[in-house]
């Protein structure tokens, strides 16, 4: 939810005069024409239907298709995204700053400019007009279909943008659209200044809902806690409303020791988001409870490895949110705690 921001006369003067700025990208296409670099086919379809999981046989089975009145087996309506996928190289080179220059970048850098660093999907509505078929040709075009005026959200203050994909076959036939929506916000609440080190405060805020609002409490108590199926017991997380193994909707937390060991790790060298250090190094933690966790790593990339034992660590973002991180153990049979960035 997000109400337009209320600011002085001569605040509103500037900010329409932004917002004119803005909006001139609205109508022109966002990207190049995309196109698909390989034609739908069943390989694809079958790795993409075992990693989610989904039995269905007109996927796979083309007689199992054609029972269903179809002409053959066809693709899964949510992999529509997948065909337009652009490789590694395209990424690499957008981090080495090779990027095309469009109106989207154009769009994005101008709200970067003004301090709106921080981004965040917000909507993204399908419409499927027809099933893709075994062979189809897919390309996709990109408009700019809307920039909100500002406005102030949990985030920060900040514009939604509004994109309209197309999806079309090799016969120039829509197949799909998809409307896609992102806030760029500013996550400072103000213009930020380069800070000669990363200030927590200018990261990214998880979202706190019903169903996990228990565990950031218990951690603003410096406290790792696992949500526990009350009549089967099994342990959970990322917190949810039921659970997965009895279909329980009665839970309780208990406490975690904070120790584990490395199950597998990332360090991240971009894109570099405000607020972090670089490389940011990124842990999967087998907790001693049995559930896994997310959490930065204090210390030095170097020095990870899968199996190592780890312990928690605190960071303190600001007066309404602590977050824990892991170290590496220490002999002592309490978790050491750490006070500031």
């Not at 943008?161 to 999806?167: E, N, P, S």
């Amino acid at each position: 939810m997000s109400t337009t921001t209320q600011a002085p006369a001569s605040d509103a003067t500037d900010q329409d005069a932004f917002l004119a700025r803005l909006r001139e990208f609205v109508g022109l296409e966002a990207t190049p024409t995309r196109y698909a670099q390989d034609t739908v086919n069943q390989a694809m379809i079958r790795h993409f239907v075992e990693a989610m999981g989904d039995e269905n046989p007109v996927y796979v089975d083309d007689r199992a298709a054609r029972d269903t009145g179809r002409e053959g087996v066809v693709a899964p309506p949510p992999m529509l995204s997948t065909w337009l996928m652009v490789g590694y190289k395209a990424h690499t080179a957008a981090a080495a700053g090779a990027a095309p220059d469009t109106p989207m970048a154009r769009l994005l850098a101008l709200l970067a400019d003004a301090g709106f660093v921080g981004v965040v999907a917000t909507n993204d509505e399908h419409e499927y007009v027809r099933e893709l078929r075994l062979g189809d040709e897919i390309k996709m075009t990109t408009v700019i279909e809307d920039v909100s005026p500002r406005k102030t959200t949990g985030l920060g203050t900040g514009h939604f943008i509004t994109t309209l994909r197309t999806y079309t076959d090799q016969n120039d036939e829509v197949v799909a659209r998809q409307r896609f929506r992102i806030l760029r916000f500013d996550p400072s609440g103000a213009k930020p200044a380069a800070p000669a080190a990363a200030d927590p405060a200018l990261r990214h805020k998880p979202f706190i809902l019903r169903d996990n609002a228990f565990w950031f409490a218990a951690a603003a108590q410096r406290r790792l806690v696992i949500q526990a199926c009350t009549d089967c017991g099994t342990l959970r997380h990322p917190p949810g409303p039921i659970c997965p193994s009895c279909h329980s909707y009665a839970w309780h937390e208990v406490e975690a020791s904070g120790r584990g060991t490395v199950h597998s790790y990332v360090v991240s060298h971009h894109p570099k988001a405000p607020g972090y250090d670089y490389p940011l190094t990124v842990v999967l933690v087998d907790l001693e409870e049995g559930t896994r966790l997310v959490a930065d790593f204090v210390g030095d990339a170097g020095e990870v490895e899968i199996g190592m034992p780890v312990q928690v660590d605190w960071l303190d973002y600001d007066e309404n949110l602590t977050l824990p991180r892991f170290r590496a153990a220490t002999s002592a049979s309490e978790p050491t705690e750490e006070e500031g960035n």
